[in-house]
């Protein structure tokens, strides 16, 4: 066993900072057995000195950066802060300085992981990430390593744990959105400011990611479509059952012949499929690769614990190869430069929800219009009226996206068509 010291720094000390700093300490004997060096960890960036932190020492506390970029003893830097500034100028300063970099922070790595990635590089530095993407379910290593031999055409993911908790509950309970919105905020799985959750942003920089180390070619948050669930209604809920079909806020992104397709937002899917049955705040991760076929990765994709042990396994990684003096062997693998495809230029199939006049011959005027946009008609159910109202549930063929824009357009004019209750794409 060697008798070397590695010395790590850790900034922020919230929820997930706390947890990294408690599971180094109880499972040092175990890191040093693992690494062949003990870890120590030497500072804890906060903002506020004079709050308490519970485990924690005092005396490794400081709310100046300038005492962790100039110690020299420092080598593993570990940004638990979240947020781009200051975050971003720490993390390219520890990697100009030579410090290895251990991050959860899913928005840098999805709007900057190009500068951050080529800083590292160019230090020959370690760039960790796994913590920023679904939590404790190992992702991002996977996709860097075990999956390199594969040629990956598609990610499908639950990488949000508020929105699939919510759809469960509408599901399981019959709850509507906003009654099971306040339930996980009670249980504090959704914040007091629940948009960049249920509008679908925060899953939308993990499929960015994701996208970009599985097909070899920068995605940023910007490139995906976003689409949340505050539409989904329980009468989406019912007929989808009826279908035989289970609705959950999915990334996808598909590596295509003409582009990569980038997107988050509803989806029916089977009752069979493996992600049909990952409920409640769960997470999951289901990639398909020419040569393994498919693969799905589950487990808890948030909470204090089951994030901290993602930036402790990088942690030990960075050790190891700090040990070995092997760092940086594993850089940024953006080496495409593909073109990411708009929204409107992929196809779906559609789950369309409509309100109609209850009279003869306006499923057939209904019919007509799908048709002369270019929109096959899969199944169709119509339910009877009240109030001189009908309620029409459609399930598309394949179609681009916009030509189904064409026809709900041509809807929104049209007398007979009283509401367009609901749209939702169809795996």
């Known amino acids: 066993m060697s008798d070397k010291v590695i010395y790590a720094a850790i900034l922020g000390a919230g929820t997930v900072g706390l947890g990294t700093y408690k599971l180094c ?5 175990e890191i040093k057995h693992k690494t062949g060096a003990t870890l120590v960890i030497k500072k804890v960036l906060v903002r506020n000195l004079s709050k308490k932190r519970e485990g924690i020492p005092d005396e490794i506390l400081t709310d100046k950066w300038e005492d962790i970029i100039n110690d020299k003893d420092i080598s593993i830097v570990v940004e638990l802060m979240g947020g781009i500034h200051p975050a971003k100028d720490y993390v390219l300063e520890a990697l100009k300085a030579g ?15 190009e500068e951050v990635g080529n800083a590292a590089n160019k230090a020959g530095a370690d760039l960790q990430f796994e913590a920023a993407v679904a939590g404790a379910i190992p992702i991002i290593r996977p996709l860097k390593q075990s999956m390199t ?3 990956i055409t598609e990610i499908m993911g639950i990488v949000n744990g508020t929105t699939n908790y919510i759809l469960t509950k ?8 906003k009654e099971a919105l306040a339930k996980a905020t009670e249980l504090g799985y959704a914040e007091a400011d629940p948009t960049a959750d249920v509008e679908g942003y925060d899953a939308g920089r993990k499929i960015a990611i994701m996208a970009s ?3 070899n070619s920068r995605v940023t948050f910007a490139d995906v479509y976003t689409e949340g669930i505050t539409k989904i209604s329980a009468d989406d809920i019912k007929y989808a059952k009826e279908f035989g079909y289970v609705i959950k806020l999915l990334g996808v992104a598909k590596n295509t012949e003409d582009g990569i397709e980038v997107k988050v937002h509803p989806m029916l899917i089977p009752n069979n499929h493996p992600l049909a049955n990952v409920n409640d705040a769960f997470n999951a991760v289901f990639v398909h690769g020419k040569a393994m076929d498919d693969a799905m990765f589950m487990g808890r994709g948030a909470g204090q614990m089951p994030t901290a042990s993602a930036v402790v396994g990088d942690i030990i990684d960075v050790c190891r190869n ?3 003096d092997s760092c940086g062997r594993i850089g940024c693998c953006c080496y495409k430069n593909l073109e990411v495809k708009d929204i409107t230029d992929t196809k779906s199939k559609f789950f369309l929800r409509l309100e109609v006049a209850d009279k003869q011959g306006v499923l057939a005027n209904i019919a007509s219009v799908l048709g002369n946009s270019g ?10 009226g009240k109030d001189g109202v009908a309620e029409l549930v459609i399930i598309t063929a394949e179609v681009l996206e916009k030509n189904f824009n064409d026809a709900m357009a041509v809807f929104k004019g049209l007398s007979a068509v009283k509401n367009i209750a609901g749209v939702i794409r169809v795996y």
């Open 25 to 29: 300490e109880a499972m040092s004997d």
């Open 99 to 113: 410090r290895q970099v251990v991050t959860a922070n899913k928005d840098l790595i999805a709007e900057y992981g």
């Open 149 to 151: 031999g594969n040629h």
């Open 170 to 177: 509408m599901t399981e309970s019959g709850m509507d959105y």
């Open 213 to 215: 180390i599985a097909f």
């Open 322 to 324: 700090i040990v070995h």
């Open 375 to 384: 929109v096959s008609i899969a199944q169709v159910v119509q339910k009877s």
